[in-house]
T-cell receptor, first 115, second 111 residues
Framework: AQKITQTQPGMFVQEKEAVTLDCTYD???????LFWYKQPSSGEMIFLIY??????QNATEGRYSLNFQKARKSANLVISASQLGDSAMYFCAMREGSSGDKLTFGTGTRLAVRP | SQTIHQWPATLVQPVGSPLSLECTVEGTSNPNLYWYRQAAGRGLQLLFY??????ISSEVPQNLSASRPQDRQFILSSKKLLLSDSGFYLC??????????FGQGTRLTVV
């Protein structure tokens, strides 16, 4: 079974608008962490934001925020005021506390920002 | 500060030839280490991870193996490459409850 599901293979957004990238996860472990990464065409993986399962508030990092809905097991990434440089692949990932620090990724969403 | 080195950046190898990709981490000790493979336009598939020297967990049975001869060194190997081994290989390090930091990746083409 898929641990991390990203149902949007591709997304478009107009420059300066906000966009939400979806991520749902599957775990029975009470302790886990959720991550979002950006991968531009160069291939490097850039860490964006982290949410712990016990965190009470949604994580925010600059223009990035994570809409964490624990009961729904979703961890959507919200990018505000999109910029052309935001065009990239975005990956959601999860680390489960019981899995020996294994970090599992979703299939990714390709975001294209239109000028 | 911590850095991760991965080399080579690109590699073209014939079918049946051996493979050795090396990854080293600086500025930290006892990191968790990971090898991922990414097919063109696809997600990251976890191949191996290690929580200590000599401790390797394999996620997918395949034509590859991994070793961790030193605390901050992680090696991905194959005795005989297949065409299906082509892809983008990424090494990463991390700790429990923190993000993983990635190397620059190796683009492997098996011909």
């Amino acid at each position: 079974a898929q641990k991390i599901t990203q149902t949007q293979p591709g997304m478009f957004v107009q420059e300066k608008e906000a966009v939400t990238l979806d991520c749902t996860y599957d775990t029975s472990d009470p302790s886990y962490g959720l991550f979002w990464y950006k991968q531009p065409s160069s291939g490097e993986m850039i860490f964006l934001i982290y949410q712990g399962s016990y965190d009470q508030q949604n994580a925010t990092e600059g223009r990035y925020s994570l809409n964490f809905q624990k009961a729904r097991k979703s961890a959507n990434l919200v990018i505000s005021a999109s910029q052309l440089g935001d065009s990239a692949m975005y990956f959601c990932a999860m680390r489960e506390g019981s899995s020996g620090d294994k970090l599992t990724f979703g299939t990714g969403t390709r975001l294209a920002v239109r000028p | 500060s911590q850095t991760i080195h991965q080399w080579p950046a690109t590699l073209v190898q014939p079918v049946g030839s051996p493979l050795s990709l090396e990854c080293t981490v600086e500025g930290t000790s006892n990191p968790n280490l990971y090898w991922y493979r990414q097919a063109a336009g696809r997600g990251l598939q976890l191949l191996f991870y290690s929580v200590g020297i000599g401790q390797i967990s394999s996620e997918v049975p395949q034509n590859l193996s991994a070793s961790r001869p030193q605390d901050r060194q992680f090696i991905l190997s194959s005795k005989k490459l297949l065409l299906s081994d082509s892809g983008f290989y990424l090494c990463a390090w991390g700790r429990r409850n923190t993000e993983a930091f990635f190397g620059q990746g190796t683009r492997l083409t098996v011909v």
